[in-house]
T-cell receptor, first 115, second 109 residues
Framework: DAGITQSPRHKVTETGTPVTLRCHQT?????MYWYRQDPGHGLRLIHYSYGVKDTDKGEVSDGYSVSRSKTEDFLLTLESATSSQTSVYFC??????????????FGPGTRLTVL | RKEVEQDPGPFNVPEGATVAFNCTYSNSASQSFFWYRQDCRKEPKLLMSVYSSGNEDGRFTAQLNRASQYISLLIRDSKLSDSATYLCVVRNAGNMLTFGGGTRLMVKP
């Protein structure tokens, strides 16, 4: 299995509080991604990174920010959590291959509940 | 219309049965196609890539029809351990992945 960890694995927080989720990889992969997974919507991309300090928005980026100061760490921050951000958050990594970007490997997920 | 659509199921089949899932995609410029498997409360994992000529991996066969913009997954001789949600995934020209909502399979003894 790819070396990807996420922390915390579970979190319950209150509306309006800031929350930071961490993704850590030991594979030295260039690309890192944050997704959220909700019933009826499947996995949706929040933000992604294509290198240290290089990030871009995905499909559902409103209310989220990210940072990548080291190759191995990709942080997702909810500045002021809302109940609509209750979800399961997955981090993924991938690397360049001939012809494009290779397979994405996923971390174990973080279950976030915003009360 | 969703970019990648799947029948959510569940598909309930007995052990040993053959089951097929279809998936349709709306972006004709999509470049690559995959099936991922996701077990309950676990992360998605790549099951197989889907090639234009069709490809097989043991009991699993994937096919792509670009003209009709659909992808299929066939599972032969179903095992209890095949019970999971199967995600259809499409890569677009920007190298981003778009996931379908998944099809749930339950294999019964």
């Amino acid at each position: 299995d790819a070396g990807i960890t996420q922390s915390p694995r579970h979190k319950v927080t209150e509306t309006g509080t800031p929350v930071t989720l961490r993704c850590h990889q030991t594979e030295n992969h260039r690309y890192m991604y944050w997704y959220r997974q909700d019933p009826g919507h499947g996995l949706r991309l929040i933000h992604y990174s294509y290198g240290v300090k290089d990030t871009d928005k995905g499909e559902v980026s409103d209310g989220y920010s990210v940072s990548r100061s080291k190759t191995e760490d990709f942080l997702l921050t909810l500045e002021s959590a809302t109940s609509s951000q209750t979800s399961v958050y997955f981090c993924a990594i991938s690397e360049s291959r001939a012809g494009g970007i290779g397979e994405q490997f996923f971390g174990p997920g973080t279950r976030l509940t915003v009360l | 219309r969703k970019e990648v659509e799947q029948d959510p199921g569940p598909f309930n089949v007995p052990e040993g049965a053959t089951v097929a899932f279809n998936c349709t995609y709306s972006n004709s410029a999509s470049q690559s196609f995959f099936w991922y498997r996701q077990d309950c409360r676990k992360e998605p994992k790549l099951l197989m890539s889907v090639y234009s000529s069709g490809n097989e991996d043991g009991r699993f066969t994937a096919q792509l029809n670009r003209a009709s913009q659909y992808i299929s997954l066939l599972i032969r001789d179903s095992k209890l351990s095949d019970s999971a949600t199967y995600l259809c995934v499409v890569r677009n020209a920007g190298n981003m992945l778009t996931f379908g909502g998944g099809t749930r399979l339950m294999v019964k003894p």
